[in-house]
């Protein structure tokens, strides 16, 4: 009778046993599933900026405002330099550039920094007008560009200045940008 009740009791465990067993294998299959599930869904992102409306960030497709406003800032930055600034400047694109593209842009940087340092030469930019095209990632920004030696103005030219981007998840970064010699039409 012992034999039987010992018997009925670790028959009883191992029923114990094998539900539990079942249990974390579901329970891990669904924490895998919700994994697997979370990471292929586009991600959204709500900003709410100090400017006209709320910014939605997805991972699907960059909004046009997102792009308008990362191009009015990186514009800010890269259009306007002076002599004391130029590490900073060339630090601070290079902080929003794309990996693939970064060589390519502190190459070119590192030119201007050659030609300005230790000069008396500033620019600075005031834009007025912008384009965003969000399905081919470019951007275009027209104003006028201020040179100044010393402290007299020597130049007062209108140009327009293209910028290309890449997006990957919600990260849109600097892919190129530069001066447009006969500015075409813009939409």
Do not use: C
């Amino acid at each position: 009778m012992d034999i039987d009740l010992a018997h009925d009791k670790s028959q009883a465990v191992l029923r114990q046993r094998n539900g539990l067993a079942l249990l974390s294998l579901a329970l891990g299959l669904v924490a895998v599933s919700s994994v697997v599930s979370a990471g292929r869904k586009d991600r959204e992102v709500v900003l709410v900026p100090t400017l006209r409306t709320p910014l939605t960030l997805t991972s699907a497709k960059v909004s046009p405002d997102y792009l308008e406003m990362v191009t009015r800032d990186v514009a800010m930055v890269a259009l306007n330099r002076s002599p004391q600034s130029l590490t900073y400047w060339m630090d601070s694109i290079l902080e929003v550039t794309d990996e693939q593209a970064r060589g390519q842009v502190k190459k070119a940087l590192m030119k201007v920094v050659a030609e300005q340092q230790g000069s008396q030469i500033t620019q600075f930019f005031t834009p007025d007008a912008m384009w965003v095209d969000p399905d081919t990632l470019t951007s275009t920004v027209g104003g006028t560009l201020h040179t100044v030696v010393a402290s007299k103005e020597v130049t007062t030219e209108h140009r327009t200045f293209r910028f290309t981007w890449t997006y990957n998840g919600v990260s849109l970064k600097l892919k190129g940008f530069g001066m447009i010699a006969k500015p075409e039409e813009t939409p």
